[in-house]
């Protein structure tokens, strides 16, 4: 049985898998706005990698998707994402900090579409990510 989006109760319970602050295992971001740009610090451990000290692509396109989910959910609108697009352009190692930054490219509600990258500690972008993201009804 499937549910539809009108019969779906979208509730922040705090277990968000990238922003959840009561799940013990989630990657526990948290975010600031700097300018224009929605930003989170994130320093990527061994359990977060693919190959050997390698940040795995899933860790990074989450990071991305969250950064550009969030920026919109935490400021009133709460969406989900319809379609994400990422480019990996370097490896990001594990043990080094990233820097995760998101901004919005175009708001015709219920549709908005944002863009983001990801950058090491050396400034160099590691990944970079757009997004369209559909209003739904929450109960938050």
């Known amino acids: 049985m499937t549910m539809s989006e009108a019969e779906m109760v979208w509730t922040d319970d705090g277990w968000c898998m990238a922003c959840g602050r009561n799940n013990p295992r989630g990657l ?5 706005h700097e300018g224009d740009h929605y930003v989170c610090d994130f320093m990527p ?3 977060h990698q693919g190959w050997e000290g390698i940040v795995h692509g899933g ?8 950064a550009m989910n969030d920026m919109l959910s935490r400021n009133g609108t709460t969406v989900a994402t319809a379609e994400l697009n990422v480019r990996y352009k370097l490896p990001a190692k594990t043990g080094v900090p990233l820097k995760v930054r998101a901004w919005m490219t175009r708001e015709r509600p219920p ?3 944002a863009a983001g990258d990801i950058t090491d500690a050396d400034g160099r972008v590691v990944a970079t990510g757009t997004a369209k993201l559909m209003r739904v009804q929450a109960d938050i």
């Open 111 to 113: 549709l908005w579409e």
């Open 28 to 32: 526990h971001m948290k975010f600031r």
């Open 45 to 47: 451990e061994r359990f």
């Open 59 to 66: 860790i990074l396109a989450t990071l991305l998707d969250e």
